[in-house]
Structure formats: structure tokens, C-alpha cells
């Protein structure tokens, strides 16, 4: 891509970003749904056809691989989903195989059970008050626009960043999603990450690198940063730093949609405050394993067998294998 077309395209997307105000309505209206046939539509690599998503989502999916929908989750659910995590903080709630992290500049010998000492907490499929996110319909009916009706729900993750110490290990390198999945077709596969409060570039809102869908799945690797790097923070090593970007500015409900191989990162909470999301990635159940032998995600099956193995005492020779979990018919 060129300049002037990356330049071009980042001002399309700054418009549609523009577009409505920061609580009301969706990031595009989805009351004009288009009927099937009142036109002749394109041909869609990205979406499936529904009611669902206007053509004008759709068309900009397609060339930004990412959708932001407005005021998507309710402030009721959003403060069930808070209470939960405080109380799995505070070790009232023990969900079985939920894995409980926290920022690399935390010494071993400052770990206090509390909401300032997580930093993320990972596969909480065994929580049911957690786990109503991935099944809420309203996530759902969108999921369904990017993997087709056969949803299931992958990975999940509340995000907990914390205030940075100092060290800037609270931000998140540019990566792809696509690299910790050993499944396939990414073409159905869809992460949807939901602000739990107003998030900006001073906590440490997420950057996407728009169209960057359309590429392949580049090597990662951790990045050599002095003040250190959580476990699993891989990033990608080779990316255009003159490429266009967008920092998604989301109120709390605000939710975006976004392909596996879009590159996106998270800044460094600058603030005092622990800025929250919560997220799952969804994929067709007609999605099926590779084998990541010989590729660029071998490093992600060693690490995570060897984690795995130190936690559960599974052997480490086992070969990744996501669990899956099956969502209730739509």
C-alpha cells in the first residue's frame, strides 16, 4: 500500500469513527439493514450475510477488519462482570483452570490478594457470571455477522491494566491474535473486546492498524524492552512504524469486533486508575486445528505446555489443543 491510498484510507476511517456522538446509537445504523434484494452486494471475504450488519458495516469490516458498536453491553451486565472480577480478586470465588496474572514489575514478595495485584485473568469458561459475556445475545448476533451461526466461544479474558510503575510494562505490543490460535480458516474467527469504562490513550486505549487483515500472519517474538515484558506479550518484529493507526477512544458497553490478523497493541496506563475490558474470541465450529510444528506459533505451543505442565501437571509433551466450547443454538 502506497501513502497516499494508506493515507486515504486512515481519513475514511477517522470519518466513520466520527460519525455519532460518544453514548447514543450504534458506531453505524443497523435500523437500515439492506434487504437482500435491493442490491447486487459485492463479494464479501469477511462477513456473512445477515440482517444484522448494514452494508455500509459490512463494506468497512471488509477494508478496516475491525467494527466498533456503541453502548453494545449494558451498565447493569458491565458492573456484574466488575463485581465478579473484585470478588475473584479478594479469593472469595476459585473457578477451577481460570489463569490468574499479573504485571511483570510485581515482585513475588508484594502479592496481596487484591484487584491491584491482577492483571488479567484468562479462560474463565468454569465462572458462569464471567462467562454470561460470551453468550450474551447482543455479542452473539454481531459474532454470528463475522463466523456464521455455529459459534464457539474460545478464549476469554478480563483485562485488568494497571497503573504503569514507571517501567511502560502495562502496554501491549502490536501483534495478531492469530498467533496464540492453532485453528483455521482465520476468516471465522472474531475477538469481541468490551470497554468496562471509558478508555483513551491515557489508559491505555487498544490501537489497530487498519487493513492490516488482508496481509499474513507475521513471526512474533517478545520484544526486547528494558523495564521487561509480561509472559505471552509477543510482538510483531517487522511492521511499517510509518503505517496509519487508530486509537479507539470507547465509552463503557462500547464494544469492537476485529479479525485475527488485524495488528492492534494497547499504550501504557498513564493514569492511577486499573483501566478494565473484557473479551472473547469466537470461531465456527466448522474451524479446524493445524499443526503449528515448523511455524512461527511452535514457540506459543512450547510456552503454553510448559505453563500448563507447571499448573496442572499435564505432560509437556502434549500438542496444543484449544478447548473448545460449544455455544447454545442462536
Known sequence: ??????????????????????????????????SPNSFHPPQFQYTQHNAVLSLEQRKFYEENGFLVIKSLVSDADIQRFRDQFERICRGE??????????????????????????????????????????????????????TGPNIMAMHAMLINKPPDSGKKT???????????????PSNKIVCAWTAMEHIDRNNGCLCVFPGTHKGYLKPHNYPQWEGGVNLMFYGIQDYDENSPRVHLVMEKGDTVFFHPLLIHGSGWNRTQGYRKAISCHFASADCHYIDVKGTSQEIVEREVMELVHRLYGIPKDTSLQVRLYEMKDL
Open 1 to 34: 500500500m502506497n501513502q497516499r491510498q494508506a493515507a486515504a484510507r486512515l481519513r475514511v476511517v477517522l470519518g466513520h469513527l466520527g460519525q455519532t456522538s460518544a453514548r447514543t446509537g450504534v458506531a453505524y445504523s443497523t435500523s437500515r439493514a439492506v
Open 93 to 146: 470465588v476459585k473457578p477451577e483452570q481460570m489463569m490468574i496474572m499479573r504485571d511483570v514489575s510485581i515482585a513475588k514478595s508484594e502479592y496481596i490478594p487484591s484487584e491491584r495485584m491482577i492483571s488479567k485473568i484468562q479462560d474463565f469458561q468454569e465462572d458462569k457470571e464471567l462467562f454470561r459475556y460470551c453468550t450474551l445475545p447482543e455479542i452473539l448476533k454481531y459474532v454470528e455477522c463475522f
Open 170 to 184: 502495562s502496554r501491549h505490543p502490536l501483534h495478531q491474535d492469530l498467533h496464540y490460535f492453532p485453528f483455521r
